[in-house]
């Protein structure tokens, strides 16, 4: 079984459609193992995000990320990265495929509902970052 992460943004918690995204998730074949709503603090938002710093979307991104709660959950299945990246869709909503929630909900490149990790890799590091009580399961 394979883990990933799951961050529904400030703009998905804003316009209500974490149960919804919770419902993609779990018709995928997707278990979500555990989640929390939260308001992440700049240093976090900014650990998240560390592989951009430099980029000059770096610094909207974080500040975007901690203007409003967020709800983080950490989901499990079979290539769950691989499946969880398929039902999100592109970065751009407009690239984003019909039926992937990029597609479905997004407004641009930043607001587009929800972050999921890239990798295996990237799961686990952004895992420990917000649940550290998992990072040893």
Do not use: W
């Not at 459609?17 to 929390?36: F, P, Q, T």
């Not at 770096?58 to 203007?67: A, H, K, Q, W």
């Amino acid at each position: 079984m394979e883990r990933s992460c799951l961050i529904v943004k400030p703009d998905g918690v804003r316009r209500g459609l974490v149960g919804e995204v919770r419902r993609r998730v779990e018709r995928a074949g997707l278990r979500i193992i555990s989640e929390k709503r939260m308001h992440l603090s700049r240093e976090m938002a900014e650990r998240l995000y560390e592989v951009h710093r430099g980029k000059d979307f770096f610094g909207p991104l974080v500040d975007f990320m901690v203007s409003g709660d967020v709800v983080v959950m950490v989901v499990e299945g079979e290539n769950a990265v691989g499946v969880l990246r398929r039902i999100v869709g592109c970065t751009d909503p407009a690239k984003a495929g019909r039926g992937t929630i990029r597609g479905d909900f997004g407004t641009s490149t930043r607001e587009n509902v929800v972050h999921a990790s890239d990798s295996p890799e990237s799961a686990g590091r952004e895992i420990s970052l917000l649940f550290p009580e998992l990072a040893q399961l």
